[in-house]
């Protein structure tokens, strides 16, 4: 067993220990909304929208982007789970800001192995063989943050799924100080109808 599982299992034994009540919470979430952000291990969503187990749907990719998936899971959120305003939120320093389809293509098809993160981009230090099947996918990357959030709002928004009801909110998550930031314009392009 290696060290990290052998710490998560340990983990969710202590967390399952002192579980209670929390096993009688609703399928639906309490608060009603759906927060899509990114995956990045320096943004907590529940401590940032001060959230507890039940409260919020949260759903996230790298980059926090409106995905057909992440789409697909706000649907469910409020087709069936009833909630009633989303939020999308991007954050400062991200990673998908450091790199282009391009440059993920070329480092995947010279090696599986993962890339170095320099001063100047990525680079591979990997042995090969790579793989050409990222030709095959949008990477969905970043290249102005706060254009990226508008777009991802609109692109929610614009939907055909998509109820011209609920709100969409669209912020930018400071990795330095823990402040959610709205994106101006954002709003504006996710008011509700």
Known sequence: MSKILTEVLESNRKYAASFGDKG???LPPARRFAILTCMDARLDPAKCAGLSEGDAHVIRNAGGRASDDAIRSLVISYKLLGTQEFFVIHHTN?????FTNEVMRGLLASSLETAQL???????????PGSRAGEYIEWLTISDPKQAVIDDVARIRKH??????????????DVHSGELVEVEGAQEVGKAA
């Open 160 to 173: 055909p799924l998509v109820p011209k009801n609920i709100p969409i909110n669209g912020f930018i998550y």
């Open 118 to 128: 320099t001063s100047s981009g990525f680079r591979d230090v990997g042995k090969g």
């Open 24 to 26: 009688k919470l609703g």
């Open 94 to 98: 991200c990673g998908m800001e450091f």
